[in-house]
C-alpha cells in the first residue's frame, strides 16, 4: 500500500499539514480544484509555511482529481460543503480499503463523505490548531493546538497514525471523538455567529457575554439530549475561556463573510438546529440566533445554506 499522504484542499489547515508532512520527509501529493489552479500553483513553485517569523518552502508536487493513479491515503481540508462532492469526484480513485482523515468544521458533512466512499474507512478530526492563508500558496501557523482522531465504526489505531506524530502534528487517537466534534460544534455556535452579527473579534463578545451565557445553556441542554452529556460538562466556563483567550481573533466565520465567502452555517448552527427538532428539543435562541444570522448572509448576497 502507498504511503503517500494525498491532501485534498489547499487552504489554511490542508496546507499547515502538507508543509509539515513534507518537512518531516513523508511523501506528499496536493489535489486542486481544477487546471486553472494547477497551473498557478505550478508557477508558485510549492506551498510555503511561515511560522516564529521565519518561512520555508516547500515544492511539494500536485495534481487534480482527474489524474491517474490509485490514492491509499486522503486527507481531506475542504470546507465542509465541498467535502461530499470533492470525494465523490475522486471516489473511483480510492483504492479498496483506502482510509480517509476528515478535517471539517461542524458536523454532518463527514457522513456524507463516507456515504460516497463506502469501500474507504473514514476517520474523523477534530482541530484546535490555528492556521490562515497569507496569499496564495502561504500559510502561517497562527496558533499551536491539539488534533483528536478517531473512528466511530472502528476503534483500532491506523498504522500511518505516529506519522502525524514525526511530523510535529500534535494529535491523539480517541474512540470516542463524537465528544469532541459535538464539543467542538458547541464552541463554534456559541462564538462564531455572534461575531459576524455584532462584527467583532472573539474579545469583543466579553461585551455580550449574557446573550453567549443563554446559548451555552441551550447548547449545554442540547448536547444532553443528544445524549453527549461529556461534551456538556463546563460548556460555559471554556466557551469563555476560549473567548479570553482567542481575543484578538477573528473566528473563522467572520473571516469567510468579511471575504465574501460561504459559511459553514448548515454544518454549525444549522445542524445544532436540526438535531435539536429531531430530538423533541426546545431551543428558542439558537432558532432566532440562525434565523438572524440567515438574514445577515442574505443581506450580504452570500449563500446561506
Known sequence: MSSTWHILGAGSLGSLWACRLARAGKPVRLILRDQQRLAAYQRGGGLTLVEHDGQRHYAIPAETASAPGPIHRLLVACKAYDAAPAVAQLAPRLAQGGELVLLQNGLGSQDEVAEQVPHARCVFASSTEGAFREG?????FAGHGFNWLGDPGNPSVP??????????????????IATRLWRKLALNCAIN???VLHGCHNGGLLGHLGEVDQLCDELAGLLRRCGQPEAAEGLHEEVQRVIVATAANYSSMYQDVR???RTEVHY??????RSAARHGAAVPQLERLLRRLV????????RSD
Open 159 to 176: 498504522y500511518w497514525f505516529d506519522e502525524l506524530l514525526d511530523a510535529g502534528i500534535p494529535g491523539q487517537w480517541t474512540p470516542d
Open 136 to 140: 496564495d500558496w502561504q500559510v502561517r
Open 268 to 273: 454549525l448552527l444549522g445542524h445544532a438546529c
Open 193 to 195: 455567529p455572534l461575531t
Open 295 to 302: 438574514d445577515n448572509l442574505e443581506a450580504r448576497g452570500l
Open 259 to 261: 471575504h465574501g465567502r
